[in-house]
C-alpha cells in the first residue's frame, strides 16, 4: 500500500531554516502529484504548495517567496525547503499524494511538527 513518511521537523528560531522530506513507497512516484500542507493548533489543515509529476509547482501566498517544493524521483522523495521561517509557521506539516498518473488519489503521511520560536 502507499506510505508516505515525513521528516525534517524541529525547533527552529524565527529567520531559521528547515528542509521537509517525504519518503513515499507503495506508488509510481514519477507520476504522482505531491503536496505538503500544513495544521497549526486549533486551525484547519492548509495547502502550503503543490508539486505534479511534470514539475510544475504551486505555492499559497504565505509560502510565496520563502518554501520551495522539489522532487527527486531516483529517491521517491519530495521536499520542502523553508527559508526566514517565522512562528506562524509552527505546525504539523504533511506530506499529500492527490493524483497518480490520471486517478484522483488521497494519501497522507503521519506529519512532521515544526516549531519556530521567536
Known amino acids: 500500500q502507499v506510505q508516505l513518511v515525513e521528516s525534517g521537523g524541529g525547533l527552529v528560531q524565527a529567520g531559521g531554516s528547515l528542509r521537509l522530506s517525504c519518503a513515499a513507497s507503495?506508488?509510481?512516484?514519477?507520476?504522482?502529484?505531491m503536496a505538503w500542507y500544513r495544521q497549526a493548533p486549533g486551525k484547519q489543515r492548509e495547502l502550503v504548495a503543490t508539486?505534479?509529476?511534470?514539475?510544475?509547482?504551486t505555492y499559497a501566498d504565505f509560502a510565496k517567496g520563502r518554501f520551495t517544493i522539489s522532487r527527486d524521483n531516483s529517491q521517491n522523495t519530495v521536499y520542502l525547503q523553508m527559508n526566514s521561517l517565522k512562528p506562524e509557521d509552527t505546525g504539523t506539516y504533511y506530506c499529500?499524494?492527490?493524483?497518480?498518473?490520471?486517478?484522483?488519489?488521497?494519501?497522507w503521511g503521519r506529519g512532521t511538527q515544526v516549531t519556530v520560536s521567536s
Open positions: 499529500n499524494i492527490f493524483n497518480i498518473g490520471v486517478r484522483r488519489r488521497d494519501y
Open positions: 507503495g506508488t509510481i512516484f514519477s507520476l504522482s502529484d
Open positions: 508539486i505534479t509529476s511534470g514539475v510544475y509547482t
